[in-house]
Every structure is written in C-alpha cells, then in structure tokens.
T-cell receptor, first 109, second 116 residues
Framework: GQNIDQPTEMTATEGAIVQINCTYQ??????LFWYQQHAGEAPTFLSY??LDGLEEKGRFSSFLSRSKGYSYLLLKELQMKDSASYLC??????????WGAGTKLIIKP | GAVVSQHPSWVICKSGTSVKIECRSL??????MFWYRQFPKQSLMLMAT?????????EQGVEKDKFLINHASLTLSTLTVTSAHPEDSSFYIC????????????FGPGTRLTVT
C-alpha cells in the first residue's frame, strides 16, 4: 500500500528552528510537496521537490532523499503565525497526490 | 497568478436538501480539478478528479450519485451534494491544475458545509 508518515504534533519556540520529517512508501514517485494549512483554511503551497537535495525559499527549506523515501521541511526564525498544520504529499506514478495526515506545529513565545 | 476561488465559503442547509459548490480558476485554464473533503483534525481526502468535458473519476467509497461533479469548462467545476445529511457536514476544498503542470495543484479557499 501507499503510506506517508509524519509526526502528529510538534512544539517549538518563537525564533527557533524546527524540522518536520516525512517518510513515504508509494507506487512510483513524481515529486513531493509541502503545504501549510491554518485551522479552518485550505492548504497553501510551500515547496516542491522532485530531485534530491535542499530547496531554500526564505525562512523555509525542504529536503528530499529519494533513495531513502525521506523529506523534511525546515522552518527558521519561527514566528507565531507559523503555528499551523504542515502536510506532506507525494505524487505517485499515476500523478495521484498521496497525502500525509499532517503535523500540527505549535509555536510558543 | 494561479488563483482558485470557491463559492460559497460557507453554507448551512437542512437535511434532505441539495447544495451546489462552485470552483473557479480565475487566471488560468484548469484542465483538471480535484475535490477534497476534510473532517476536523484530519487530512484531506480526495473525493474525485475531473477533467474538462469528461466524467469525473470518483475515489473508492465516494457515492457518485450523491456527490455530483460537473466540469463543463476549463475554468469552472461544480460539486453538488444531493439529499444532504448531517454526516455530510465537512470542509470541502477544490484544487485545480494547469495543462502540462499536472503535478502542482492550486487550492481554493474551501467551503464549510453544515447540514442541520
């Protein structure tokens, strides 16, 4: 079966750095997405990785290792507004998006 | 660019009635649109995928006669929840992808449906 694992919840301090991990087992691979979702709102796109390595975009970076079926989202200089759920999603060989259950990130002052 | 709108943003209806939700791509042509449902504190669940001008492909367990999807143009898809019941109360989100860029989906803001 297809499976995406990410921690259910994480807590971090304002101004700090947090890394949210995602591991996947899917039928083929055509890219991995990270989305941010605030409570009661639709997801918003954060990053897309299809090749191994690190993609940096401002305070957010995303890393991919296809051989390990592993990705992480790194958030730096955390702000209170970063409190949200972070969803990892993988596109399989049929270009279907397989969603993780999301990681709820709680930022404390 | 790549803006998707949904209407209405929230709706309350009585049990047994039908509700139509619209999803529009405002500045691009959406060859494929996706409909998701999300229950509180759960991840997105794909309900169906629709390509413009053809019948939607429903995920296993989703009743096609209850959740009617129409994708009549490259900028509009509609989801009609027929004979709604309280258990249909959920957050419905659509997304759209452009031709040649099927890997990336742009999400609408979602519609909160409450059935009383």
């Amino acid at each position: 079966g297809q499976n995406i694992d990410q921690p259910t919840e994480m807590t971090a301090t304002e101004g700090a750095i947090v890394q949210i991990n995602c591991t996947y087992q899917t039928s083929g691979f055509n890219g991995l997405f990270w989305y941010q979702q605030h409570a009661g709102e639709a997801p918003t796109f954060l990053s897309y990785n299809v090749l191994d390595g690190l993609e940096e975009k401002g305070r957010f970076s995303s890393f991919l290792s296809r051989s390990k079926g592993y990705s992480y989202l790194l958030l730096k200089e955390l702000q209170m507004k970063d409190s949200a759920s972070y969803l990892c999603a993988v596109t399989d060989s049929n270009y279907q998006l397989i969603w993780g259950a999301g990681t709820k990130l709680i930022i404390k002052p | 660019g790549a803006v998707v709108s949904q209407h209405p943003s929230w709706v309350i209806c009585k049990s047994g009635t039908s509700v139509k939700i619209e999803c529009r791509s405002l500045d691009f042509q959406a060859t494929t649109m996706f409909w998701y449902r999300q229950f509180p504190k759960q991840s997105l669940m794909l309900m169906a995928t629709s390509n413009e001008g053809s019948k939607a492909t429903y995920e296993q367990g989703v009743e096609k006669d209850k959740f009617l999807i129409n994708h009549a143009s490259l900028t509009l898809s509609t989801l009609t929840v027929t004979s709604a019941h309280p258990e249909d109360s959920s957050f419905y989100i659509c997304s759209a992808s452009q031709a040649g860029a099927d890997y990336e989906q742009y999400f609408g803001p979602g519609t909160r449906l409450t059935v009383t």
